[in-house]
């Protein structure tokens, strides 16, 4: 008889890249799955029956569950608590437990005694390794592999186990690591600083499993898709290619650092993809902040912060950003700075976040050597690090200030506007492009967006109470149909509408308080 596993990935807090309050307007449970659910199961050999479970979408039967011989959990650090919880519900039951991810990688001896392994970093090779020892009885605590993944043997993900109907976004996780050295980051604590990169093969095997999947979205996951530039180049015109094959069924956006404004030909290559925003990693605009951190690549090439932003946007790619606040150079000066930088570079949608400290980074080791982190790693109004400049309540209310005035239904769409109602901003060009060779191909598509776009606008307008909201994004609809008649544009507007709603509401309910969960 098989034995069986359970694969888990607990429920998040709500976060403004979550869209958790956008989510019933489009008619999901959550934004996108966790790739590495899909990944376990595909890496478990035949002689085990693998259920997954994604909290996130449906609730977790402790019951009928504790009866797996194996039950596992993966998770990221704004999960831990939800982590806790589970384990500790589990382990109450005398469940075998296991526990891996970004989180267990970087606080290893965060569960102590609830669980029974742990791995630590990546586990294509860890994970067929432990199941083959448990079922010998040899297995041993803590599992870490000895050299980092070779993604060209990772196999296809098992997108077939998920019920993808249940998600606004699919993942594609073509790389890992990044050869940059921000101080902040975890990203080259628990995947290194040499890219790795999947084969051509491996990536359209994926693409052919996701459009079997059904979806139409899909987030490139790697945290720096360009960072082996050289080794990418080949594979996004391998996509181009599949994607032109098959009538451009994706539409992708994707991580980057922000030298991408410095090699036009990678920016085509992301729009022949059908890449439609990027997200890159800003930071700040105080350039004493960004050398402090080792940010070297947005100080390196051409033109400013904000020329920068703007060079990428004019060839048809949206820019997200991730902006921090509470460097040690900062001020509270740069509160004002990062909404006037947003605003001007028109950045729809640009989180901002305190700097806090994640264990095994380099500046948790520098600020544990200087006294500067909270006892015990506990966050105080949001975050672990003591700032230099102004103290941590300062950091918060301004960090708040930021996020409200971002966040407020003039100054977001004013931004959108002075994006999208840009004749000169051609977002989905390789889409067009096609369209005009394929007419009928082009029609289908009209036919389909209306539909989704009617009962779209009927989900926002019907089941949003706030009768400001509404007037405002119905008086956005109507502008934006008006100036540029488009329906790809029009579907953008509605979803610039769900995204704020579900910005107000994050913003109402977890940002009165003293403390936010940050890392």
């Not at 650092?257 to 990678?266: I, P, T």
């Not at 400001?468 to 008006?482: E, G």
């Amino acid at each position: 008889m098989k034995k069986r596993i359970v694969i888990i990935n607990p429920k998040f807090e709500a976060s403004y890249w979550g869209l958790e309050y956008a989510m019933p307007l489009l008619g999901k449970r959550a934004n996108l799955p966790t790739a590495c659910l899909p990944l376990l199961a595909a890496l478990t050999p035949p002689e085990f029956d693998v259920e997954l479970v994604d909290e996130n979408v449906e609730e977790l039967d402790f019951q009928r569950l504790a009866s797996a011989d194996i039950v596992a959990l993966t998770g990221m650090s704004v999960q831990r608590h939800r982590m806790r919880e589970i384990l500790g519900e589990f382990r109450q039951r005398g469940s075998f437990l296991v526990v891996g991810g970004p989180w267990a990688t970087v606080r290893e001896d965060y569960f102590g005694e609830l669980v029974d392994v742990v791995f630590v970093g990546e586990a294509e090779v860890t994970w067929p390794q432990f199941l083959s020892d448990w079922i010998s009885g040899t297995h041993v605590q803590r599992y870490e592999q000895a050299h980092k993944t070779d993604m060209t043997t990772v196999p296809t993900p098992r997108l077939d186990m998920l019920d993808t109907r249940q998600y606004a976004f699919g993942s594609l996780q073509i790389s890992r690591g990044c050869p940059f050295q921000c101080e902040f980051c975890d990203i080259i604590v628990t995947f290194g600083r040499r890219p790795r990169l999947k084969s051509v093969s491996q990536v359209i095997h994926e693409l052919d499993a996701m459009r079997r999947a059904k979806l139409q979205i899909a987030f490139i996951v790697d945290d720096n898709l360009i960072g082996n530039k050289s080794a990418i180049k080949p594979i996004l015109r391998e996509i181009a290619s599949w994607q032109g094959e098959h009538g451009f069924p994706f539409s992708f956006f994707a991580e980057a650092s922000l030298d991408l404004a410095d090699d036009d030909e990678m920016i085509a290559l992301l729009i022949q993809c059908n890449v439609q925003a990027v997200f890159v990693g800003i930071e700040t605009t105080n350039l004493a902040a960004l050398r402090e951190t080792k940010k070297f690549q947005n100080l390196r090439g051409g033109g400013t912060l904000l020329e920068k932003v703007e060079r990428i946007q004019k060839q048809g790619l949206e820019v997200w950003s991730g902006m921090m606040l509470g460097f040690d150079s900062d001020t509270p000066e740069v509160f004002s700075a990062q909404v006037e930088f947003v605003s001007s570079a028109r950045i729809i949608h640009a989180m901002c976040g305190m700097l806090s400290a994640i264990p095994k980074t380099p500046l948790y080791e520098r600020l544990k050597a200087e006294n500067r982190l909270n006892p015990g790693d506990e966050l105080t109004y949001g975050t672990n690090v003591v700032p230099k400049q102004m103290t941590q309540e300062q950091l918060y209310a301004g960090y708040k200030e930021v996020m409200l005035e971002l966040s407020s239904a003039d100054n977001y769409f004013d931004r959108v506007d002075s994006l999208f109602l840009d004749p000169e901003f051609v977002f989905n060009q390789s889409q067009r492009q096609y369209w005009q060779r394929h007419p009928l191909q082009r029609l289908s598509y009209e036919v389909r967006m209306w539909v989704i776009c009617l009962v779209l606008k009927r989900r926002i307008l019907s089941r949003i109470e706030d009768s400001h909201l509404q007037k405002k994004y119905r008086k956005q609809l109507r502008q934006a149909w008006r100036r540029r008649p488009d329906i790809s544009v029009y579907f953008v507007y509605l979803l610039k509408c769900a995204i704020h709603f579900h910005y107000t509401q994050f913003n109402s309910r977890h940002l009165q308080g003293s403390v936010v969960n940050t890392f």
